[in-house]
């Protein structure tokens, strides 16, 4: 890292500068321009602040994530009216995807009971919940089928932060 004094890091519009030097806990780091304070006690002192609030802290994100749904729905409800055709082709593809991954002796029951299982979920935790594919079905290594074994009810927020990930133990 290159030293660079505070008033050059604040003339050239810097975020952070380095100094070189120790802080006063003994850390060589960069340092924040608007407090000082270097990165790793920054880090530290929010280690710190979420482990003393955790269940604040976790409010306050649900508070966020429920104001904020609303506008991401909007958004992409607006960019679903604006692009119907890429719409309908992102649609068509899952579709067809999942229409070639079930085989013939797939059991439809087992797999409409995940669905079941799913709705009940919903409505005893009222949280979301989604049926995973385990296996995804559009993977980039592999890909799975959509059949009772290869699915679980899991929670949305878990499904949707998976993508199409698919990890081996």
């Not at 340092?31 to 955790?54: F, H, I, M, P, T």
């Not at 409409?112 to 995973?132: A, F, Q, W």
């Amino acid at each position: 890292m290159q030293i660079i004094r505070r008033k050059d890091a604040i003339a050239k519009g810097l975020v952070r500068y380095f100094t070189g030097k120790p802080c006063k806990h003994g850390h060589v780091d960069e340092r924040l321009l608007s407090s000082g304070q270097c990165k790793e006690c920054d880090r530290l002192k929010a280690v710190r602040y979420y482990s003393e609030n955790a269940k604040k802290v976790l409010i306050r994100t649900r508070q966020h994530h429920s104001i904020n749904r609303e506008e991401k729905n909007a958004k992409a409800l607006q960019w679903a009216k604006e692009n119907p055709n890429i719409r309908a082709h992102h649609r068509a593809a899952r579709r067809a995807a999942m229409l070639q991954a079930i085989p013939k002796w797939a059991d439809k029951d087992a797999i409409l009971l995940k669905y079941k299982e799913r709705n009940c979920m919903n409505k005893l935790t009222g949280l979301p919940h989604h049926v995973d594919h385990i296996v995804p079905l559009q993977g980039k290594n592999i890909c799975g089928l959509h059949v009772a074994e290869n699915l679980r009810v899991i929670l949305a927020r878990d499904n949707l932060s998976k993508n199409n990930n698919w990890e081996t133990v």
